[in-house]
Nanobody, 117 residues
Framework: QVQLVESGGGLVQPGGSLRLSCAASRSIFSTKSIGWYRQAPGKERELVAL???????NYADSVKGRFTISRDNAKNMVYLRMNSLKPEDTAVYYC???????????WGQGTQVTVSS
């Protein structure tokens, strides 16, 4: 079983920044993909940003140019740097990982991000 633990959420004013962290309980070197999703109240969970095994990144159009995903394989960590935050970024942010050889994707418990003045 793989554990993913997110941290770094909180309350921030519009235009502010946050960095989310996701700690994995096993090596992330063998991930097919790892990244972040979010779910706002009353909405479906959506992709925010992913890194695949080749190091390519994929971002939702709504966050391009503002958010940056990165990974540290040595520390089994994935980060999401969020700049120029908007109220519409308010959501619970979830870490997600898909490992080679495993049928299921793994999810963290989520961290709340609230953007409000």
């Amino acid at each position: 079983q793989v554990q993913l633990v997110e941290s770094g959420g909180g309350l921030v004013q519009p235009g502010g920044s946050l960095r989310l962290s996701c700690a994995a309980s096993r090596s992330i070197f063998s991930t097919k993909s790892i990244g972040w999703y979010r779910q706002a109240p009353g909405k479906e969970r959506e992709l925010v940003a992913l890194i695949n095994s080749g190091g390519s990144t994929n971002y939702a159009d709504s966050v391009k140019g503002r958010f940056t995903i990165s990974r540290d394989n040595a520390k089994n960590m994935v980060y999401l740097r969020m700049n120029s935050l908007k109220p519409e970024d308010t959501a619970v942010y979830y870490c997600n990982a898909v490992f080679f050889g495993y049928a299921n994707a793994y999810w963290g418990q989520g961290t709340q991000v609230t953007v409000s003045s």
